[in-house]
């Protein structure tokens, strides 16, 4: 990826402000404490989030007050663990201001939404038909989409990055075609922390008549998401990146698209009827809910997006975007340091002129700063950069000040070291 521009310190002219940023939230985190208390600095939110006391109370009442399967059942456990689990399915058709909780499939991880997606659209696509991607794409959305290329034999194109890091859009428009059958592109890039221009790439796929598919899941994290606002037809994203527990991938689709995909996981609970012949199936979402769910995550996640509810969402972005300046501006004060890209939330990767990221990490770690090394599930992206790996700072709204101090003073002392 030639010309990928990144800052150097040459550009700072701020002067830092003192580090007193508090986190009001910090406090319902028993997780970010119980680190604290350990000695470590808990820096790779993007990874996965740690988890709000009314997540974990959630997660505990469920299997407390007496677990039970959902939707098979008519006794009272039953019936009362399929409305909380149902009632998770309403609050994220409204967390996504998508038109209907039965267009909210839960799926085990956003990995696991890949995939059904690309089992499920086999059948339509036909050799030589295309599908695009960008050059940033985590693993999750290239690889079931290169597999299935390979099996159909379909064309997989790659969108360029231009030098702040956002998808190429006079490109796109080049490349965008008669032949597109499908756009897969993230919405907030995992290793660049800045937002894609979704909407005209969107209305370039949508015009050749294009399925459009988002990954909404470091995006969803950073602001709240309005699915038909976006137009996309897919959008898929993740419970424990949303400070909610693993174990959930949540994939919305628009009715007509979801028609579309092809049953994959077969088993109890997705289907209508079957004899030893044959079998109908359920539409979504239970038609693609196969098995036992993940009862008591869906329910935790519920209480997750409860709780987020509560926040107030300006003092929220306002504290995110504090924390963004600050990181930002810390990191580019510091000789020989380059971030990637341009990021504009609170997910920065960064290298260091002539020492390798391992080096640096394995002294961060030694500090208790746990930060993230390595290609963060891009390789193609960071191999386009000449690069074998970087590092991530990624930032919750627990982290505050402190976090960034204790942060700043390890890389200085690291740094010392190696340069
Ligand atoms: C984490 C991540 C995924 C995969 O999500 P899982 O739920 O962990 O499978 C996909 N895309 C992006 C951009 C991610 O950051």
Known sequence: MPGLSIYTQQTVLAVPKPMSLISPWRADFPGILALAAEGQTYLDSAATAQKPQAMLDALLGYYAGGAANVHRAQHLPGERATRAFEATREKVARWLNAPSAQQIIFTRSATEAFNLLAYGLEQRLQPGDEIVISALEHHANLLPWQQLALRRQLKLVVLSLDQHGLIDLAQAAQLI??????????QLSNVLGCWQPLEPLLALAQAQGALTV?????????GRQDVQALGCDFY?????????PD?????YGRTHALEQLAHWQLGGEMLLHTDYSSA????????????????????????????????????????EAALH??????????????????????????VVDA??????????????IAVRAGHHCAMPLLQGLGLS??????????????????FFSALDQALELLQ
């Open 177 to 186: 075609g008669p032949r597109t059958r499908l756009l897969a592109v993230s």
């Open 214 to 222: 988002v990954d909404g899941t470091q995006g969803v994290v950073h």
């Open 236 to 244: 898929i994203c993740s419970s424990h990146k949303l400070y909610g």
């Open 247 to 251: 174990g959930v991938g949540l994939l």
């Open 280 to 319: 109908s199936f359920r539409p979504a979402p239970l038609g693609f809910e196969a098995g036992t769910p993940p009862i008591a995550s869906v329910i935790a996640l519920g209480a997750s997006l409860d709780y987020l509810n509560s926040l107030n969402a300006s003092a929220v972005s306002a504290h």
């Open 325 to 350: 300046s600050q990181l930002i501006t810390g990191l580019q004060q510091r000789q020989g340091l380059r971030l990637l890209g341009t990021p504009t939330v609170a997910l920065v990767s960064f």
């Open 355 to 368: 020492v390798h990221h391992a080096d640096l990490a394995h002294l961060l770690t030694e500090q208790g």
């Open 389 to 406: 790996g970087a590092i991530r700072v990624s930032l919750g709204l627990y982290n505050d000040g402190s976090d960034l101090q204790r």
